[in-house]
């Protein structure tokens, strides 16, 4: 029998299993037979059947040969490797997301234009400061309606862009910018 030669192994190694490193005879694959015949019970639990001797056999007689080997040796593979399952992304379990999640469960669904100005109106009548900035009163919004598109909202034929220009076009707001700091403020007429 012909000894197999690793890549990563110099002349005094390659007479090493590729599994257990014990000087044994070695197959074609570098096995010894004892990790050989671990090998092909793991892809016999596998169903690998392209790469198992099992290949010769019958549907049949493949899946009684995997009960039996599941039977005498366990369900466990005992030389490859299971791969690990992938991890859940990190935002999903994240406190943002949870958060993200009561506010939309939380928030309403039908709303009409008169529905955000009055939410408007009393988040702004609750602000202590004359002046409140538009970023806040616009979170609010959009934490307590639903999907809040502008769009949607004001005159039928009028299509606002952005929360800001649906504010600026109502008469009973008051609008300032900021030029330092690039902010708008609101404030009841």
């Not at 070695?26 to 096995?31: I, S, T």
């Not at 506010?103 to 939410?119: C, F, G, H, P, S």
Request: some cysteine; aromatic content about 8%; overall charge positive.
């Amino acid at each position: 029998m012909k000894a197999f030669k690793r890549k990563d192994q110099d002349e005094r190694q390659s007479w090493l299993c590729a599994a257990c490193d014990l000087p044994l005879p070695l197959n074609e694959r570098g096995l010894c037979q004892e990790c050989a015949a671990k090998l092909e019970r793991d892809l016999i639990r596998a169903r690998d059947w392209e790469y198992s001797y099992a290949a010769l056999l019958t549907p049949e007689r493949q899946e009684a040969l995997r009960v039996q080997i599941i039977r005498e040796f366990g369900a466990a593979n005992e030389l490859l490797a299971v791969p690990k399952p992938k991890p859940k992304n990190k935002r999903s379990r994240s406190v943002n997301t949870k958060c993200n999640g009561l506010i939309a469960a939380a928030a309403v669904r039908d709303y009409t234009t008169d529905d955000v100005l009055q939410a408007a109106r009393s988040f702004l009548e609750v602000q202590k400061e004359e002046w409140v900035n538009v970023s806040r009163l616009a979170q609010h919004l959009c934490e307590r309606f639903y999907k809040l598109t502008p769009k949607h909202l004001g005159q039928p034929g009028k299509r606002y862009k952005s929360i800001l220009k649906f504010l600026a076009d109502m008469p009973e707001f008051v609008m300032r910018r900021d030029p330092e700091k690039d902010a708008y403020w609101i404030r009841r007429a």
